[in-house]
């Protein structure tokens, strides 16, 4: 079945450095993929998506690109912030439920 | 966004006894909701799909005789988990998708409800 493979954590980062969460996927169909942070205490809250390849989904300075080649739809920040401390899943949706990544924790030091 | 609200946040309940999870769709109808298990510092575990007027369907491993869903509107599921036991003890969330016709199969989440058992 559908599934999501993604970079194990934790990740620890001082502030203003560069961020990249690995995740691959494999699907027998055409999923859409999804990035999901969970900040301390709280839900889950998407934080970008692609529902095609080679779309890129972007939110808040993080990015990551639907590649069907490599199956692939890495996270990446330039620059993170302290506030950007939380988990994130990786996620896909193809015949309409949603499977998740295991998640990496990062942390982000001042 | 959609807005999914679920109640109670937090629960706390003697090991027998059961209790009820709602997981409501405030601005959209919901054909369909999900339920799912996340354990602490692990992923989330799909447990069903709940369907408006029809039995939910359950993932391999999970009890359906322990966590009975129903999902009698199309705004609201409910999750009962009976004669709960500590091992029950987990953060349940609920979600419900919007925009399929649009093709985004985008989910909506709740809050999620932790639930701890004596």
């Known amino acids: 079945g559908d599934s999501v493979t993604q970079m194990e954590g934790p990740v620890t980062l001082s502030e203003e450095a560069f961020l990249t969460i690995n995740c691959t996927y494999t699907?027998?169909?055409?999923?859409?993929l999804f990035w999901y942070v969970q900040y301390p205490g709280e839900g889950l809250q998407l934080l970008l998506k692609?529902?095609?390849?080679?779309d890129k989904g972007s939110n808040k300075g993080f990015e990551a690109t639907y590649r069907k080649e490599t199956t692939s739809f890495h996270l990446e920040k330039g620059s993170v912030q302290v506030s950007d401390s939380a988990v994130y899943f990786c996620?896909?949706?193809?015949?309409?439920?949603?499977?998740f990544g295991a998640g990496t924790r990062l942390t982000v030091k001042p | 966004g959609a807005v999914v609200s679920q109640h109670p946040s937090w629960v706390i309940c003697k090991s027998g006894t059961s209790v009820k999870i709602e997981c409501r769709s405030l601005?959209?109808?919901?054909?369909?909701m999900f339920w799912y298990r996340q354990f602490p510092k692990q992923s989330l575990m799909l447990m069903a799909t709940?369907?408006?007027?029809?039995?939910?369907?359950?993932e391999q491993g999970v009890e359906k005789d322990k966590f009975l869903i129903n999902h009698a509107s199309l705004t609201l599921s409910t999750l009962t988990v009976t004669s709960a036991h500590p091992e029950d003890s987990s953060f349940y969330i609920c979600?419900?998708?919007?925009?399929?016709?649009?093709?985004?199969?985008?989910?909506?989440f709740g809050e999620g409800s932790r639930l701890t058992v004596l």
């Open positions: 699907a027998t169909g055409y999923p859409s």
């Open positions: 709940s369907n408006e007027g029809s039995k939910a369907t359950y």
């Open positions: 979600s419900a998708q919007d925009g399929w016709a649009s093709g985004s199969r985008e989910l909506f």
């Open positions: 996620a896909l949706s193809d015949q309409g439920d949603m499977r």
């Open positions: 692609a529902t095609k390849a080679d």
């Open positions: 601005d959209f109808q919901a054909t369909t």
